[in-house]
């Protein structure tokens, strides 16, 4: 134990001390308790059983030996519970304070000054950390990125409309620069031949083209009813 706690002895402590008080805190120390610093009274005379106070990085425990030394006493503050910490320096030696939220008291006198300026140090910073935690950025998980998903391309189906054969020029549709005059156009010899041979349902189906090619504005009113009044005569 002795080993371990080399950073804390200096030329005013009794390793015999340090070491017997290490050795009873064994056992009180919590999971991830780590001793910051031992400070040991020493009065002008000599001093059988010492009082002594341990800061941790939890809490400050004062060590009072009881029934000469058989036993121990164990006095415990956690350090949210520390209002905070005083050290007053003297001949002999010095007084370190601490107060508590209740307006609890305690000193330890008759401390070694470099002891009582370590304890006081160490204090402080716990304080410190205690108003000021350290901000621990937690590392984040790294987002693994979606893969996109696949839009399926849809065809596009153009549907073929199976046209009618125009026979007769009037069912052709006009071009823009073409000047489609508002006249009636008397109808060719051979188309009214031609229209002297078909059976009653195709002179039907002739005229309703004729009707679909004026409702589309392809040909005019007038043309339109001088090829109705030609079918009109065959049925």
Excluded at 41 to 53: E, G, H
Aim: contains cysteine; negative net charge; hydrophobic residues 40%.
């Amino acid at each position: 134990m002795i080993d371990n706690l080399k950073k804390i002895l200096n030329e005013d402590q009794d390793p015999k001390a340090i070491e017997k008080i290490t050795a009873k805190l064994e056992n009180l120390l919590m999971s991830n308790e780590e001793i910051g610093y031992i400070a040991v009274q020493k009065k002008p005379a000599v001093t059988i059983f010492p009082d002594s106070i341990v800061v941790t990085n939890k809490r400050i425990i004062l060590c009072k030996p009881k029934n000469l030394g058989l036993s121990m006493e164990f006095i415990d503050y956690d350090w949210d519970d520390i209002a905070g910490s005083f050290v007053k320096e003297g001949i002999l030696g010095a007084d370190f304070t601490f107060t508590t939220n209740s307006d609890l008291t305690h000193t330890v006198d008759y401390l070694p000054k470099n002891q009582a300026r370590k304890l006081y140090t160490y204090a402080k910073e716990q304080l410190d950390l205690l108003k000021n935690p350290k901000v621990v950025t937690p590392v984040l998980e790294e987002v693994k990125a979606e893969a996109p998903i696949e839009t399926p391309v849809v065809e596009e189906v153009i549907e073929e409309i199976q046209t009618e054969e125009v026979t007769h020029f009037a069912e052709l549709m006009p071009t823009p620069n073409d000047v489609i005059r508002d006249t009636e156009v008397e109808a060719p010899i051979s188309e009214e031949k031609g229209l002297a041979h078909l059976t009653q349902d195709e002179l039907f189906a002739k005229l309703q083209n004729y009707k679909k090619l004026l409702d589309n504005g392809l040909i005019l009113q007038g043309e339109y009813d001088r090829l109705k009044g030609e079918i009109l005569k065959f049925l």
